[in-house]
């Protein structure tokens, strides 16, 4: 199945794996290479995250920040692997954000260009592509912990492959539940992602915490490495 123009197929799966097109009036933002080299949108990011989850700890909003981005980068991705059998080329250059916006954080793509959606392209898509650069440009300007960001960017792989698996389930399409749950293993042992968790069925316990109970009022997450938040540390874990 071709990629259509609006990526179409993505909308019945919820907003969060929606990716607005160049069919769409484009909103205000900056490509995401510009990002990723100059650090200024993602500075504003991480402060537009502290605000809204009242957190006085930058490290605490860019993970925050950097796992919101990299869901919805997994939600397309993997959405449009297990629908249409192909993947939209997400080149920074083309895909632009707008990193103001409240969650899911708001993309839109240029143009739509299909490429394969093998483990080894996917993995240059968004790994190479967006992620690593990321992890560099938040690791430099937030002091965030790389094996932070990679358990981050693990994490919300899989929680991405989980709702696609439910929604793939429920409406009788278990070849992109194959599809899905396939690519995500096989993405889980990349080198940048192998050891950030264990993934059982569509349960993933990861290997470091994203400092989410940190936030006032925050807890763990479902896939934390902790058990219990830390009653007192004057350093929270980096992963």
Do not use: I, K
Not at 86 to 95: G, H, N, R, T
Not at 113 to 118: E, F, G, L, S, W
Not at 214 to 239: E, F, K, M, Q
């Amino acid at each position: 199945m071709d990629l259509d123009p609006g990526l179409g197929a993505l909308r019945p799966l919820g907003g969060f794996f929606v990716l607005r097109t160049s069919l769409d009036v484009p909103r205000a933002g900056t490509a995401l290479a510009r990002a990723y080299a100059d650090g200024d949108p993602l500075d504003l990011r991480v402060r537009h995250v502290a605000r809204v989850l009242r957190t006085g700890e930058d490290r605490v909003a860019a993970s925050v920040a950097q796992q919101g981005l990299a869901a919805r980068l997994w939600s397309v991705t993997l959405g449009c692997a297990a629908l249409y059998g192909s993947v939209p080329d997400l080149d920074p250059e083309l895909l632009h954000w707008d990193p103001g916006a409240a969650a899911p954080d708001d993309l839109w793509l240029g143009e739509v260009r299909a490429r394969r959606a093998d483990p080894g392209t996917v993995a240059d898509v968004v790994l190479h592509g967006h992620l690593e650069p990321l992890a560099g440009a938040l690791g430099r300007r937030h002091r965030v912990a790389h094996g932070l960001l990679w358990g981050n960017a693990g994490s919300a792989l899989v929680a991405a492959a989980r709702q696609l698996d439910g929604w793939a389930r429920a409406h009788g399409r278990s070849d992109a539940a194959a599809r899905a749950r396939d690519l995500t293993a096989r993405l889980l042992a990349h080198p940048l992602l192998a050891g950030t968790g264990t993934l059982t069925g569509t349960a993933f316990r990861r290997r470091s915490c994203c400092l989410y109970y940190r936030v006032p009022g925050g807890g763990l997450c479902g896939d934390c490495c902790l058990t219990r938040p830390p009653r007192s540390s004057p350093h929270a874990p980096s992963g």
